[in-house]
Structure formats: structure tokens, C-alpha cells
DNA sequence: ACCTAATTGCAATATTGTTGCATTTATTCC
DNA sequence: GGAATAAATGCAACAATATTGCAATTAGGT
């Protein structure tokens, strides 16, 4: 919860500010990948207005410090829920509800990295999300429009 | 070469304009990932003037037709070099000369689903980049700036 | 050479992202 | 609790990127 981020951002002399917790909130809240202006709108709508100019400063901080994640497909920004740990975060993305899940796997990586140093190409990181549907969405009506 | 590329684009009913054939020539001599200003702004330095809004419509139809790929990690467009792979194709990036290498492997996919499967989540496809030295860069001085 | 649908260019607009600087705010120390 | 102060935010202006409708042009078929 918002809790640890405040926690992770004092620990490394970084302010808890009130900008910062409302994106956190909203981050953890909606479980999606949402762009600086969404942001921005959802937290007008409560009332809480911000500049957006702070928001992709704010959202810039938390992916340098992992707090959160840029997309890759989409580009919008979700919440890391593996704080903790070390190596390559990666994503499924449900193409039905929208859910993201974030996940990390050893075996992936080093299954990617022998691939690669056979190419000869010397690996170090990996970018990657699957996309399909989560267990809720599976074998249910389609839910997103686009 | 380009000439693949026009029978692609012929043999789905598109036309095979000039504006198009210039901009598969960029993306075949650069193998860098490119913007639609930055293919724009090649071409307008070799006396070849497109509108920007052409460009845009172009790489949007070359992907489509998966003549090009549009890069996760930087959003810039690269021209397929995987013409007639089914399945997912993913690339390795170098991050000193910027180059990239497309690759597909139907192992990589394999592992993947498993692991998703066992998480729940049915996958439709993935999306990868390696990040990493290429085999020229690996144990020569950086050359990119950023 | 002509016809016609497809494509492009243009102009206007919308959206997204960045910068410098004045003002405000969270933390430290008393 | 009340300063002091460095960090963070808001504001304004601007820059870059992307989209739309419509008129002009062009590629491919006859
Ligand atoms: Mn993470
Ligand atoms: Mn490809
Ligand atoms: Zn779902
Ligand atoms: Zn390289």
C-alpha cells in the first residue's frame, strides 16, 4: 500500500508530499495503466487538483525509483506491486478488463539470456508483456471497447 | 529489400506510391529506430519533401501489414526483417550503437505460455525486447550519448 | 490517354511533454 | 509548536507530437 512508497521515498530524501501520496493513491487504486492526464483528470474529479506539469515530474520520480512502471505497450503507468524485488519486472496485460498483473521469473531470464548469447548479443535486461486474458475474463463476454 | 515490401503492399491492394516506397528505403538503410519526424526529416535533407501526416498514415499502414514495427522502448519504427515469420516477433536492442536485431523463437513462446498458464492467464501474444550489447559493442568504448 | 478510387498535402486543431522561475511546503532543528 | 531551508509545486509560456476534414493529386486498370 501507499504506506511502503512514502516509506521508499523518505528512506531515499525524497519528500512524502500530498501531490505524491494523491498519484500513489490513484496508482494503487485503479489497476491499470493510466497516462499523466488521466491522472490528472481522476484526481480532479475528487477535487484535488494538481498541475500536470507535477504529475510527470512526480511520475518520472516513481519510475526511477520503481515505484511504478512505464508500459510498454500502451505507455500508460501502473503501481509496482514487486517492490522488493530484484531483476526484470514484467507484465500480463488482460486485453478484455484491462488488468494488468506484474511478475518476475528467473527461469525466463535465463532462458532469454542463453538465447540471446547464442545471437551473440550480451543481455542486460528484458523488456516484456504478454498479452491475453486473465483468469476472470477467460471464457466471459468481452468488456473493453476498443 | 524494398521491392518485397511493394509486392506486400500490391498484393493486399495498396498502392505503391512514391511517398511509401521513400519511406521503406529510410527504414531499410537506417536500422535504427526511427520517429515520424526523424523519417521526415531524412528525406527533407535529400530534397524529398513528405507532409508529416503522410508519414504518420504510412508507418501506421506498414504496421498494420507488419512491414514495420513500432519499438516498445523507444516508439520509434523500425522496418521488419521477419517478412514471412508467423508468431511473435521480438527484437534484441544495443544499447551503445542503437542497433537492433529481429528475431523469433518458438521456444521463447513456448516457456512463456507455460508460465503464464500456471498463473491463470491465457496468453495471446508477447511482446519483447532485449536490452543489451550488441556483438560489435560488447568490449568497445560506448558510443552513444545519451 | 483517360478514369476513378486511393492517397497525399494542407490547414487547422488537439494532445502531450518541457522549461525557467516565483511561490509554497515538508522536514530538520531548536 | 515555531523558524529555517532545501525540495517540490504551480504557473505561464512554449515545443513537440499527433489527429481531422477536405481539396488536390496520383497510381493502377482500362
Ligand atoms: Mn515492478
Ligand atoms: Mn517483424
Ligand atoms: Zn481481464
Ligand atoms: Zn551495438
Redesign the interface.
Known sequence: MVQNSVRTLQAQGYKATKPRKLVLEVLEEIERPLSPYDIQGILHARGKHLNHVTVYRILDLFCRLNLAHKM??S?GFVKCSLDAVEGCHRF?V??DCGAI?E?A?E??CQ??NR??RN?????????????????RC?GRQPQLTE
Open positions: 510498454l505497450s505507455g500480463m488482460c486485453q498483473q511478475f521469473d527461469g525466463l532462458g532469454e538465447f540471446a545471437l551473440g548479443f550480451h543481455t542486460e535486461h528484458h523488456l516484456s508483456e504478454f498479452a491475453g486474458l486473465c483468469s477467460y
